[in-house]
Nanobody
Framework: EVQLVESGGGLVRAGESLRLSCLVS??????IAWFRQVPGKEREGVACTSRHDGNTHYRDFVKGRFTISADYAKNTVYLQMTNLAPEDTAVYYCAADAYCSWSHYDNWGQGTQVTVSS
């Protein structure tokens, strides 16, 4: 059984940083991604990392501010978020599947709330 457990969310001020963690178990596929969702809006992809080649992918609205990384020895994928803005406020989810994309994921964590005050 695949389990994804996010942690690290919280309340920060605009311009500050936060690091999210996703502890992964039971997963043998290639891609771990971060998504986010604001109430009333569609869930949107943020970043993805591929295990087999180490490639990373980002949505344009986080490029240069967010970094996804993985420590496979610790079964953990991170999302380092810098220069946060109020519009980054959302529930952030970790997702896992066969390959990186911005859709199709079958495995999801429970989410962690990130709130950025102005």
């Amino acid at each position: 059984e695949v389990q994804l457990v996010e942690s690290g969310g919280g309340l920060v001020r605009a311009g500050e940083s936060l690091r999210l963690s996703c502890l992964v178990s039971g997963f043998t596929g290639d891609a771990i991604a971060w998504f986010r969702q604001v109430p009333g809006k569609e869930r949107e992809g943020v970043a993805c990392t591929s295990r087999h080649d180490g490639n990373t992918h980002y949505r344009d609205f986080v490029k240069g501010r967010f970094t996804i990384s993985a420590d496979y020895a610790k079964n953990t994928v991170y999302l380092q978020m810098t220069n946060l803005a109020p519009e980054d406020t959302a529930v952030y989810y970790c997702a896992a599947d066969a390959y990186c994309s911005w859709s199709h994921y079958d495995n999801w964590g429970q989410g962690t709330q990130v709130t950025v005050s102005s």
